[in-house]
C-alpha cells in the first residue's frame, strides 16, 4: 500500500499528510477536552510526551511489537490524565489549564533527567513503523468513533457540561465523572498521537514536546470549531500546512498563534465551524434558491 | 402522603441567614406554592433541596428517604426536575438536545456503545429523540425542535426549561418564577400546563410572584419572609393572614 | 542550613507573593485566570534590565520605573483583550488570556532574542551581613523591605482608600456594585494596573537576584504564583502574600534537602495537594457560588 502511494505522491507531500494525521488525532483528544466539554486543557503535549515516550521504551529497550506500544502509549497517558484529571476537574473553575501546564514542565523536566529516557539526548533510533496508511487508517476509526460519541447521549452530555455545568447536574448528568472520562479519552489519543509521532520521527526529546506544542494544538482546536470535529479537523489541516508554506516567517509565527487566540476569541469564539450546524446551511442555501428562483420567475 | 419533607432547614452565607429553621411538607400530588417578597430565600431553598447548596442545617426528605448531602446529579435522578430564575439552558445546543439531556438519566446507553453505534444504543436513540418530541409538543415548541435554545424568545425558553426537567420522568417538580417576562396569554398558557403537569401525576412546588398565577392554582401555599417561614394554609387563608398581608400582599397588591 | 534556606526562601517567597497578589485581585473580581500575568512580570523585569542599562539608575528607580511600564501594559491589556469579552463565557475569556500571554513572550524574543541576559558583573554593590549561623546579604534586605513596603501599601489602599472600598466591594458582588453605582470598569482597570505594578516590581527584584532575565520566565514563574495564589486562597489578598512566601519557603527547602533538578515540581505538587485537600486554600473561606 505504502509504496503503491509513493509511486503517486511526491514523498514530501506524504511527510506532511502523515504529520496531519498525527495532529489530527491530537487535536481530536483535545477538542473532546476543551472544544466539547469546555475544560481548558494546556499540556496537551505533555501527554503527548508521555505516550512517545512509553511507546519508544518498550520498544527499544524492551523489544516490544509496535501494537502493544501503542496500546500502552495511549493507557499511560490516559493514567495520567486521570491521575490529575480527578483532583482538578471534580472543583469548578479554570484550574485544569494551569495544572496542566505545570504538569506537562514537569513530565518535561523527568524526561530530561530520566536515565531510561536519554535525558537531554532523548531517544533515537525508534524503530519506523508509523506510516501512511497506518496513521490514516487510525484516523478514520478515531473520527468515526468520535462521531458517534457525539451524536448520541454521553456526548451531548459533555457539551450540556461546556454549556452549563450547574444546568448539567441539575439534569442528571454526573459532570465530575464525565469531565474526567473526557479527559481521559482526550490524554488516551494524546498517547497515541505521541507514540505515532515517535515511530514516525524515530526520534525523539523533551525539547519536541513543549509548552508551545501544547498551544499549537490549542490553536488548531480553537481556529476550526471548538466542539465541532470537521473544524478540528479544519483547523489542524490549516495550521499544519501554514507554517510549511510560511517557513520565511518561521519567527513571527508564535507571535501569529497568539494574536490569533485573541482575536478569534472577540469575533469568532466558536471558531471558523464551531456553531455552524449542516442545518442551517441547508436551510440558508434553499432560501437563497428560493430568493433566485423567484427574482428569475419575476424577471421573466 | 409527603412526598417532599423539609425539616428546620437554615441556610448561611457569611453571616447572612438566608433560610432560619424552615420546616414545611409537599404532599404527593399537589401544586404548593412558595411566595415571599425578594430576598426571602425561595431560590435558596430550592438549591438546597436540589443539592446545589448543603444546608447548614436541617434535613429533607424525599419519598421517606433523607436526601441531604446528595449531589446535585443524584437528587435529579431520584426524581426532582427544577427550572431556574434566571434561565440556564444549554444555549448553544438545538432545542432538543436540551430535552434530550434531561433524558440523561432515563436512558442508559454508555460511552462505549455510544461509540460503536451498536443497535442496542441507535434503538435507545431513537426512544429518546420521540419521548423528547413528545414533551416539546406538551410545552408547545414541537416546530423549534432544531432552532439553537438560545435564539428562542423569552417565554419560550421559560417553557423549554420546563420540558427539559419533565424529561427526568421527576415525580416532583420545582418552578422558579417561571411567569416571569411573560405576558398575559403566555401566562395562561403556563397556567393550563402547569395543570396538565399535575394530571400527569407530578407534584409541583412553584414560586411565582405573580398573585393571580399563586392563586389560581396552588392548592396550599408556604410563605417565606426574610428567610422564616410566617404563614402557611390555602389560598383563601393565605390572603386573609393580617401577617402575610402585612408583609408582603400588602405592598403587591 | 535551615535557618539559611529560611532567609533564602522568604526573598523567593514575597516576589511570588507579589506576582501572585495580582492574580488573587483580578480573580477576585472578575474570576479570570490572568493568564499573561506571569509575562507582565517579565515585561517587568527587561524594563527594569533596561532601565539600568542604558540609564545606569539605581535599583528603586528601576523597580519604579518598570511598574509604571507594566501598569500602562496591564490597563492595555484589560482594555484590549479581556473586556471586549466581559459577557463572554470564562473558557473564551481564559483562551483570550493565553493568546495575550503568548504574544508577550513571543514579542520580547523578537525584540530580545531567546537569551538569558544578565546584569553587568558589579554594577550594584552587595554587601554580605554574618549573623553567626545564616548569612544575609544586602540585596535580600533590599527585596525584602521593599516587598513589605509594597505589601502594606497595597493594605492600605484597599482597606482606607475610596477606590480600594470599590475594589472590595466589586469582589464581594460586580453586579451589586455597579447598581450602587461604583463604574465598574474604573475599578477593573486600576485593579489589573495595581497587579501588574506589584508583578512588575517582582520581576526587576528576582531578574537582579538571580542575575537572569529571559522572555520565557514568566511561564513558570507565573504558573508558581499562581499556585501560591491558591494556597493562600484564590480572591484573598492576605492569602496570596502568605501562600507565596509559604511556597517560596518550601521551594528552598525543597532544593536544600531534596533534590534541585525537581524543584518546580514542589510548587506544583503543592498546587495538587491543595487542590485535593483544602480548594479554598489557606485563609480563603469556602464560599457557596449563587445560582
Ligand atoms: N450563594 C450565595 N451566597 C451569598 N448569598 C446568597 C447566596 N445565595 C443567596 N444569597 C442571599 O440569600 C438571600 C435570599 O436569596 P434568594 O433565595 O435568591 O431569594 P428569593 O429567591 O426569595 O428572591 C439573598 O439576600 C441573597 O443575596
Ligand atoms: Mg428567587
Redesign the pocket.
Known amino acids: 500500500m505504502e509504496a503503491f502511494i509513493l509511486q503517486y505522491v511526491d514523498i514530501y507531500v506524504l511527510q506532511i499528510m502523515v504529520l496531519i494525521g498525527i495532529n489530527i488525532i491530537m487535536a481530536l483528544g483535545l477538542n473532546l477536552i476543551t472544544g466539547v466539554t469546555g475544560q481548558l486543557s494546556m499540556g496537551h503535549a505533555g501527554f503527548m510526551s508521555i505516550g512517545a515516550y512509553t511507546s519508544a521504551i518498550l520498544s527499544l529497550h524492551y523489544g516490544m511489537p509496535f501494537w502493544f506500544c501503542l496500546a500502552a502509549a495511549g493507557l499511560m497517558a490516559a493514567l495520567a490524565g486521570v491521575f490529575i484529571g480527578i483532583p482538578t476537574l471534580r472543583l469548578e473553575g479554570d484550574y485544569l489549564a494551569m495544572v496542566t501546564i505545570g504538569f506537562a514542565e514537569i513530565v518535561r523536566v523527568v524526561f530530561l533527567n530520566l536515565d531510561i529516557a536519554g535525558r537531554g539526548m532523548g531517544l533515537s533510533g525508534i524503530p519506523a513503523t508509523t506510516n501512511f496508511t497506518l496513521v490514516w487508517g487510525l484516523v478514520i476509526v478515531i473520527v468515526l468513533l468520535n462521531a458517534g460519541l457525539l451524536k448520541s447521549r454521553p456526548g451531548r452530555a459533555l457539551y450540556s457540561i461546556r454549556e452549563d455545568e450547574i444546568a448539567a447536574e441539575a439534569s442528571g448528568v454526573n459532570t465530575t465523572l464525565y469531565k474526567v472520562v473526557a479527559f481521559a479519552i482526550g490524554t488516551f489519543l494524546a498517547g497515541i498521537g505521541g507514540s505515532l509521532y515517535a515511530h514516525y520521527l524515530t526520534y525523539i526529546s523533551p525539547q519536541d514536546f513543549d509548552f508551545m506544542r501544547s498551544v499549537e494544538y490549542l490553536n488548531m482546536v480553537v481556529l476550526g470549531g471548538m466542539g465541532s470535529i470537521p473544524g478540528t479537523i479544519l483547523g489542524t489541516v490549516i495550521l499544519t500546512i501554514l507554517p510549511e508554506v510560511l517557513r520565511f516567517v518561521q519567527d513571527y509565527r508564535l507571535l501569529f498563534y497568539g494574536a490569533l487566540l485573541v482575536t478569534l476569541m472577540i469575533f469568532r469564539p466558536n471558531g471558523l465551524l464551531g456553531d455552524v450546524r449542516w442545518i442551517d446551511v441547508k436551510r440558508t442555501w434553499a432560501r437563497i434558491r428560493g430568493q433566485s428562483l423567484a427574482s428569475s420567475s419575476s424577471d421573466s | 402522603m409527603a412526598i417532599l419533607e423539609i425539616k428546620n432547614v437554615s441556610q448561611e ?2 453571616g ?1 441567614l ?1 433560610l432560619d429553621r424552615v420546616s414545611m411538607t409537599v404532599e404527593k400530588g399537589e401544586i404548593f406554592g412558595l411566595i ?1 417578597p ?7 431553598l430550592f438549591n438546597l433541596i436540589t443539592g446545589i447548596y448543603r444546608p447548614s442545617s436541617g434535613e429533607v426528605w424525599f419519598q421517606g428517604r433523607s436526601i441531604g448531602g446528595l449531589r446535585p446529579y443524584r437528587i435529579a435522578t431520584v426524581g426532582i426536575g427544577r427550572t431556574f ?1 434566571n434561565i440556564r439552558l444549554f444555549k448553544k445546543l438545538s432545542v432538543l438536545d436540551n430535552v434530550r439531556v434531561g433524558m440523561h438519566s432515563v436512558s442508559r446507553a454508555g460511552f462505549v456503545s455510544a461509540m460503536l453505534h451498536t443497535p442496542w444504543a441507535v434503538k435507545r436513540e431513537k426512544v429518546t429523540c420521540e419521548k423528547s418530541m413528545a414533551l416539546l409538543k406538551l410545552v408547545g415548541l414541537e416546530n423549534k425542535a432544531i432552532e439553537l435554545a438560545g435564539s428562542l424568545p423569552y417565554g419560550e425558553q421559560r417553557r423549554l426549561e420546563i420540558a427539559r426537567a419533565m424529561a427526568l420522568e421527576p415525580s416532583l417538580l420545582l418552578l422558579d418564577e417561571p411567569a416571569a417576562g411573560m405576558n398575559a396569554t403566555e401566562k395562561e398558557e403556563l397556567l393550563v400546563l402547569i395543570r396538565r403537569i399535575r394530571e400527569m401525576g407530578v407534584t409541583v412546588l412553584l ?1 411565582e410572584h405573580d398573585m393571580n398565577v399563586v392563586m389560581n392554582i396552588c392548592d396550599r401555599i408556604a410563605v ?1 419572609d426574610y428567610g422564616r417561614k410566617i404563614a402557611e394554609g390555602t389560598p383563601e387563608e393565605i390572603k386573609n393572614n393580617p401577617r402575610v398581608i402585612e408583609s408582603y400582599l400588602g405592598v403587591e397588591l | 542550613m535551615f535557618w539559611q534556606q529560611l532567609i533564602n526562601g522568604l526573598t523567593l517567597g514575597s516576589s511570588y507573593a507579589l506576582i501572585a497578589l495580582g492574580y488573587t485581585m483580578v480573580y477576585g473580581i472578575i474570576q479570570l485566570i490572568n493568564f499573561a500575568h506571569g509575562e507582565i512580570y517579565m515585561f517587568g523585569a527587561f524594563v527594569g534590565l533596561f532601565l539600568v542599562l542604558t540609564f545606569k539608575v539605581n535599583i528603586f528607580v528601576a523597580v519604579l520605573g518598570a511598574m509604571i511600564f507594566c501598569m500602562l501594559l496591564g490597563m492595555l491589556i484589560e482594555r484590549v483583550a479581556y473586556r471586549p469579552l466581559r459577557g463572554s463565557s470564562r473558557l473564551s475569556a481564559l483562551i483570550s488570556a493565553i493568546g495575550v500571554s503568548i504574544f508577550l513572550s513571543t514579542l520580547m524574543v523578537l525584540i530580545r532574542g531567546p537569551k538569558v541576559t544578565s546584569y553587568p558583573a558589579g554594577i550594584f554593590k552587595i554587601a554580605y551581613f554574618d549573623l553567626g549561623t545564616v548569612e544575609i546579604s544586602s540585596l535580600q534586605i533590599i527585596i525584602l523591605v521593599t516587598a513589605g513596603l509594597l505589601m502594606l501599601g497595597l493594605q492600605l489602599l484597599i482597606q482606607h482608600t475610596r477606590i480600594g472600598k470599590a475594589m472590595r466591594a466589586c469582589s464581594q458582588d460586580l453586579d451589586a456594585a455597579r447598581l450602587m453605582g461604583i463604574n465598574v470598569d474604573r475599578v477593573i482597570s486600576f485593579t489589573f494596573a495595581v497587579g501588574s505594578a506589584l508583578a512588575a516590581a517582582g520581576g526587576v527584584m528576582v531578574g537582579i537576584y538571580y542575575n537572569a532575565v529571559q522572555p520565557y520566565m514568566g511561564l513558570m514563574a507565573g504558573l508558581k504564583a499562581f499556585a501560591a495564589a491558591v494556597l493562600g486562597g484564590i480572591g484573598s489578598v492576605p492569602g496570596a502574600m502568605a501562600g507565596g512566601m509559604v511556597l517560596g519557603i518550601l521551594e528552598n527547602l525543597g532544593i536544600a534537602y531534596l533534590s534541585s533538578s525537581y524543584k518546580d515540581a514542589i510548587a506544583f505538587g503543592i498546587l495538587i495537594l491543595c487542590l485535593l485537600v483544602r480548594p479554598q486554600g489557606l485563609l480563603g473561606k469556602a ?4 445560582v
Do not use: D, I, R
Open positions: 452565607f457569611g447572612l438566608a415571599g425578594n430576598g426571602a430565600g425561595k431560590t435558596t430564575q414560586v417565606l | 464560599t457557596t457560588k449563587k
